[in-house]
């Protein structure tokens, strides 16, 4: 098996470092990035362990062929899609779509992947099948137990800290990690009904997909408004509760990530060519506010 472990403070440079895994990173909040990872992996079983500071949005799909669990640690809250939740719910990631996250400052979790047959095969085996539509595909939320967790977690972290060279210590391991989830996650009440979307929610899921599938658009808020479909007042409730900024705000952290990120990807394209792609064009303030977003000027951004 292989490890990767790093302590990263340029989000552009922890992007490039996990790109393999087909993730992706976009800090929203001013200058407080860092992401603490330990990792251990082959193409059938991985674990990492994943600290964050800084506000968060994750995206990224699951990889083909694994069942996917997070486990956050204890004091730790998040938005898993358009709901928020806690350290008291385990989350299972959905198997074809993409899957979005939104991390506060402080963010600890546990994330392990296992082989899908040898997943069903163990459950098979233990004759433990009432549960089998918690793997239907779709992203699902369950009660965590902090007892379970806390003996979870120290198994996981024997794990990342044992010698990885005894492929048959290394088996035993993973099926004992497979072993004792499925035996909590058979047990039924622990499942969480998905939560409906509200009307706030469903606002800044609509008004996300149109910034994103837009990029190179420079909405008002008016316009963003009224496409839609809700108000002012409302929107601006709506990014407050989940992001805890303005949707305007979010509109210019979205447009500083994407800037920082192609002058980290270019080494023959102009800050300024950049930066007018997004619709910065007095570079002054351009500075300042990539400053105050990332703690740097755009021009001591490292190029790849």
Not at 110 to 132: A, D
Not at 197 to 206: G, H, R, S
Not at 228 to 254: C, H, N, Q
Not at 269 to 288: D, V
């Amino acid at each position: 098996m292989e490890t990767l472990k790093g302590y990263f403070t340029d989000i552009d440079i922890y992007n490039e470092a996990v790109k393999n895994w087909d993730l992706s990173f976009k800090l929203l909040s001013k200058g407080d990035f860092s992401s603490d990872m330990h990792m251990i992996f082959d193409s059938n079983f991985s674990i990492v362990r994943e600290k964050l500071t800084g506000k968060i949005e994750q995206k990224g799909k699951a990889q083909d062929g694994l069942i996917v669990f997070g486990i956050p640690v204890k004091n730790t809250s998040f938005y898993w899609f358009d709901k928020k939740v806690n350290s008291d719910t385990l989350v299972v990631f959905p198997k074809e779509n993409n899957f979005e996250v939104i991390s506060e400052s402080d963010f600890e979790v546990y994330v392990v992947s296992i082989n899908e047959q040898s997943f069903f095969k163990i459950m098979k085996k233990m004759n433990v099948l009432k549960n089998e539509p918690l793997f239907d595909g779709k992203p699902q939320e369950v009660f965590l137990n902090k007892e379970f967790a806390s003996r979870f977690i120290n198994l996981l972290e024997y794990f990342l800290n044992t010698n990885l060279k005894n492929p048959k210590k290394n088996s035993a391991l993973i099926d004992s990690i497979t072993i004792s989830l499925i035996e909590y996650l058979d047990n039924a009440k622990h499942l969480k009904l998905p939560a409906q979307l509200n009307k706030k929610n469903l606002a800044v899921k609509k008004a996300i997909e149109l910034i994103n599938k837009q990029v190179n658009n420079l909405f008002s808020i008016p316009q963003l408004c009224a496409l839609v479909g809700v108000s002012e007042r409302t929107l601006l409730s709506a990014f407050k509760e989940k992001y805890k900024v303005s949707p305007s705000d979010y509109i210019k952290a979205f447009r500083l990530n994407k800037v920082k990120q192609e002058i980290y990807n270019s080494k023959t394209r102009t800050i300024s060519e950049i930066a007018g792609k997004y619709h910065f064009w007095h570079m002054g303030q351009f500075a300042k506010d990539f400053k105050k977003q990332f703690g740097i000027l755009p021009s001591q951004v490292e190029r790849k």
